[in-house]
T-cell receptor, first 116, second 115 residues
Framework: AQKVTQAQTEISVVEKEDVTLDCVYETRDTTYYLFWYKQPPSGELVFLIRRNSFDEQNEISGRYSWNFQKSTSSFNFTITASQVVDSAVYFCALSEARRGYQKVTFGIGTKLQVIP | GAGVSQSPSNKVTEKGKDVELRCDPISGHTALYWYRQSLGQGLEFLIYFQGNSAPDKSGLPSDRFSAERTGGSVSTLTIQRTQQEDSAVYLC?????????????FGPGTRLTVL
């Protein structure tokens, strides 16, 4: 069975600090996908990134970066120079790569508060 | 529309009443999902529709919950004889294609309050 663990339930940082959100996953599949979503106070989940299990290259997008390590089953998310607008709940998610079926397992989310 | 829409945005009902929540997915998206998010909790999978295939109902918490998707587009989630523990935000998402890596796009949710 799939499982996603986000051990940090709430994090508070001061603006301009860097922050890393942890995500650890469990799956028996060798082919799978990992996602990060952002849920701002307005409530609507916004897709941030998708990685497949064969691509361990880290990715950077502006102030956001993701570190995927299969050896530790982790897919951590770092925000550099955090801003107040980054305050949100961030969800890590996992799906198996079965054609014709997609069930995504979400972590419980990490609530990030960036203090001005 | 450009994104997933849900209606109503808020619903307050009395215990024991039935409610219907509507989801209009992104045009052309073949897959549609319903989730429930209780206060401070993660996303709980409820049901998944993919094209004309039989839906995956494995997440529905009780037989008071049902959902249908008409014409492969709009979906309605029905909760019968609502209970206070049904109070939550109900999220709908849709995705293009049926592969495991398909990105889900979420609607704004319906906040259900059962008094």
């Amino acid at each position: 069975a799939q499982k996603v663990t986000q051990a940090q339930t709430e994090i508070s940082v001061v603006e301009k600090e860097d922050v890393t959100l942890d995500c650890v996953y469990e799956t028996r599949d060798t082919t799978y996908y990992l996602f990060w979503y952002k849920q701002p106070p307005s409530g609507e989940l916004v897709f941030l990134i998708r990685r497949n299990s064969f691509d361990e290259q880290n990715e950077i997008s502006g102030r956001y970066s993701w570190n995927f390590q299969k050896s530790t089953s982790s897919f951590n998310f770092t925000i550099t120079a955090s801003q107040v607008v980054d305050s949100a709940v961030y969800f890590c998610a996992l799906s198996e790569a079965r054609r014709g079926y997609q069930k995504v397992t979400f972590g419980i989310g990490t609530k990030l508060q960036v203090i001005p | 529309g450009a994104g997933v829409s849900q209606s109503p945005s808020n619903k307050v009902t009395e215990k024991g009443k039935d409610v219907e929540l509507r989801c209009d997915p992104i045009s052309g998206h073949t897959a549609l999902y319903w989730y429930r998010q209780s206060l401070g909790q993660g996303l709980e999978f409820l049901i998944y529709f993919q094209g004309n295939s039989a839906p995956d109902k494995s997440g529905l918490p009780s037989d008071r919950f049902s959902a249908e998707r008409t014409g492969g587009s709009v979906s309605t989630l029905t909760i019968q004889r609502t209970q206070q523990e049904d109070s939550a935000v109900y999220l709908c998402a849709s995705s293009l294609g049926s592969s495991g890596g398909a990105v889900q796009f979420f609607g704004p949710g319906t906040r259900l309050t059962v008094l």
